[in-house]
């Protein structure tokens, strides 16, 4: 009887370079390159350097694809090719494919972080958020602008003031450490905030405090509520910025450089 020759086992030839790039657009899809395709942008994030010549919006088609359907070699971008084959088995157009989507993995993780801390701060209602590094700035209050910053009846008005039914929520406009709570000539009742870069942040004749001095706070986060106390004529905010030298400064345009322009 004539002998069945056993065939050795041969290893599939590599795939491609169409079926690497498509392997490698799942890898980045799944590790979260296009993680912003599709989101709603609040206010505009600080732009990403050096983004790669790769459209992020071009792959938002696949950006729902969940990640347990694909067999990955692994995730960040550390290693996207099949086993056996090198980025030097590519021609130079695959050899790029992979650079540029690498690179947008990387991006995608970055917009995702950043708009995890944009979500936060408006967690609490806050009606716009704007991220500058790694900090978040908020509009304190909703209402109408009412009276601005400067000389008013013949005295410096130290402020703004914003007109709101009482009740409604006042925010911290950044993260920070609660210096004031309580009464304060003038103001009724006060919230005084040290913000990280030594300015402070001042908000008065609120009609119910959520803080206490001492209390971390975090951008967003209600502090209080718009009220009517000390010597004001109608419910609003009466909101202050001191510099580090403990001078006043313009809350307008300070709002207007962290991207907050509320008025």
Request: net charge negative; no cysteine; aromatic share 6%.
């Amino acid at each position: 009887m004539r002998a069945v020759a056993v065939r050795g086992v041969h290893r599939l030839p590599a795939p491609p370079a169409a079926s690497v790039r498509n392997r490698v657009t799942v890898a980045a899809v799944a590790t979260g390159a296009v993680v912003a395709a599709g989101q709603t942008v609040v206010s505009p994030l600080t732009a990403v350097e050096d983004v790669p010549q790769v459209t992020l919006s071009a792959l938002a088609p696949v950006a729902e694809v969940s990640t347990t359907s694909f067999a990955l070699d692994a995730i960040g971008g550390e290693e996207l090719l099949p086993a056996g084959l090198s980025a030097v088995d590519l021609d130079p157009g695959s050899q790029l494919d992979i650079q540029n989507l690498t690179k947008a993995v990387e991006i995608g993780q970055e917009l995702a972080r950043r708009d995890a801390i944009l979500s936060s701060a408006l967690a609490f209602g806050a009606p716009a958020a704007n991220l500058i590094g790694d900090q978040a700035f908020v509009q304190p209050t909703t209402g109408r602008f009412t009276s601005g910053f400067g000389a008013r009846w013949g005295r410096s008005h130290n402020g703004i003031d914003i007109a709101g039914p009482i009740g409604t929520p006042i925010y911290a406009v950044t993260d920070g450490v609660v210096e004031e709570a309580g009464a304060a000539s003038g103001f009724g009742l006060v919230v005084k905030i040290r913000h990280p870069d030594g300015t402070e942040s001042v908000y008065g004749h609120v009609n119910q405090m959520f803080v206490s001095v001492g209390d971390e706070v975090e951008a967003g986060e209600q502090i209080a509520e718009i009220g009517n106390r000390g010597q004001s004529t109608g419910p609003h905010l009466h909101f202050e910025i001191y510099d580090t030298d403990d001078t006043p400064m313009n809350p307008r345009p300070w709002l207007q450089d962290h991207g907050i322009d509320g008025w």
